[in-house]
């Protein structure tokens, strides 16, 4: 079952609806806090800065929309409140921890080195998928006549994805090479988090 299946039946129940909206909010806020703390205190930069402040409004804004559903749905994000809980507050995580563990082996970095390559490649995956997400999700908020939109996230993360792709390539030559794996790790949880929504929402 593909997104484009399960989005239909999400927005049509407000309730479901403003769960997905939180669950999206959460994986948000997730990223800016994974920005946050890789951050050097001394060398951090304005784009640093500026994605992180970024992903945090995004957050804001999509915890705002639970309010077009209807009613004060999810005050939190505790499990009750999320969709596919379990999968949605494991996946940046589990990314996280893989991305390293490649980083460790391929390009044996430590310390600050890692933090700042592992933030590069696992930004740059999610940043790929937002890119793809996003526009799939408003199409479906489009085709249900929805108040809901998410077109200004949109706009944000073309930008972000390019940002990304001047900064991995300062990072190194064969950047694509590492991207292209960050990549590969995201499609394979990012499919498990897919299977874990159609089992929840049909």
Known sequence: MSLHNILPTIIADNQLHARWLNTLSL??????????????????????????A????????????????????????????????NY?????????????????????????ELRFAAYLLVTYAIEVRADELYPIYQDALDNA????????IILEEEGHLEEMINQLKTFSPQWQLHADKAVAMET????????????EVN
């Open 145 to 152: 006549g929805s108040k809901i939109n998410v077109k200004s």
């Open 88 to 112: 949605s507050k494991y996946y940046l995580n589990m990314l996280d921890v893989e991305v390293c563990r490649y980083l460790k082996t391929e390009l044996h970095l430590t310390g600050k």
């Open 27 to 52: 994986m948000e806020n997730t990223g800016a806090r994974k920005i946050s703390a890789s951050e050097d205190p001394t060398t951090v930069t304005y784009i640093i800065l500026k994605h992180a």
């Open 188 to 199: 394979r949880l990012f499919n498990d988090w897919v299977v874990a929504l159609g089992e």
């Open 54 to 85: 970024e992903e945090h409004r995004h957050a804001f804004y999509l915890k705002k929309q639970i309010e077009k559903t209807g009613k004060a749905f999810c005050p939190t994000y505790a499990d009750e409140y999320l969709v596919a809980s």
